[in-house]
């Protein structure tokens, strides 16, 4: 099944203490993003990355980071996380952009972090 | 980074009653398109509008791109108790490498009863 998979679902954690999202997807695809879900705001961009290697900010990406070894694979870095990183995260991957006709984010299922 | 105005927030309505909701922008996207929550899952594309003036349907969903560029509409009719989530409206502005989303705040709609 085609699909976008982030781990953990939920997480409680401390603030300073490191985390890692995990973001998998089995499309091929070479476009992938995270965003972040915050009650009255809608959905902002975190960061993105076109390809293997190859990353770049969004609109949020404050302290964040990322990292793109693998094609399947877009891990979110929290290094030290603090309360205003409460949120539900969304990792989106899509085809490579390819001109006039949008290309479909497919989204995984959300990871909601709590930083206390 | 810039966000779009979406009305209303939220919803309250009978089943079997029609929706209106839309989307207003101060900049112009080249696509609009408009997605679907539900509770515990991520957003999944609804419909999307790459035309001004365009009008789509999805079954009982029909949504506009609007003429100006700036706004859009999305219209549902006969709701049914699995038309209940968020819906949100993005805009499109096509950086090359960047399919950047832009979102709305969100609609959210309740069927009461």
């Known amino acids: 099944e085609a699909q976008v998979t982030q781990n953990p679902r939920y997480l409680i954690t401390v603030t300073g203490k490191k985390l890692t999202v995990t973001c998998s997807q089995n499309?091929?695809?070479?476009?992938m993003s995270w965003y972040r879900q915050d009650p009255g705001l809608g959905l902002r961009q975190i960061y993105y990355?076109?390809?293997?290697?190859?990353?770049d900010k969004g609109d949020v990406p404050e302290g964040y980071k990322v990292s793109r070894k693998e094609k399947r694979n877009f891990p979110l870095i929290l290094e030290s996380p603090s309360p205003n990183q409460t949120s539900l995260y969304f990792c989106?991957?899509?085809?490579?952009?390819?001109?006039?006709?949008?290309?479909?984010?497919?989204f995984g299922p959300g990871t909601r972090l709590t930083v206390l | 980074g810039q966000q779009l105005n979406q009305s209303p927030q939220s919803m309250f309505i009978q089943e079997g009653e029609d929706v209106s909701m839309n989307c207003t922008s101060s900049?112009?996207?080249?696509?609009w398109l408009w997605y679907k929550q539900d509770p515990g899952e991520g957003p999944v594309l609804l419909i999307a509008l790459y035309k001004a003036g365009e009008l789509t349907s999805n079954g009982r969903l029909t949504a506009q791109f609007g003429i100006t560029r700036k706004d859009s509409f999305l219209n549902i009719s006969a709701s049914i108790p699995s038309d209940v989530g968020i819906y949100f409206c993005?805009?499109?502005?096509?950086?090359?490498?960047?399919?950047?989303?832009?979102f709305g705040t969100g609609t959210r709609l309740t069927i009461i009863p």
């Open positions: 989106a991957s899509s085809l490579w952009f390819s001109g006039g006709v949008y290309n479909e984010q497919f």
């Open positions: 990355s076109m390809n293997v290697e190859v990353t």
């Open positions: 993005a805009g499109l502005a096509l950086n090359f490498g960047n399919e950047k989303l832009t």
């Open positions: 900049s112009i996207f080249n696509t």
């Open positions: 499309m091929n695809h070479e476009y």
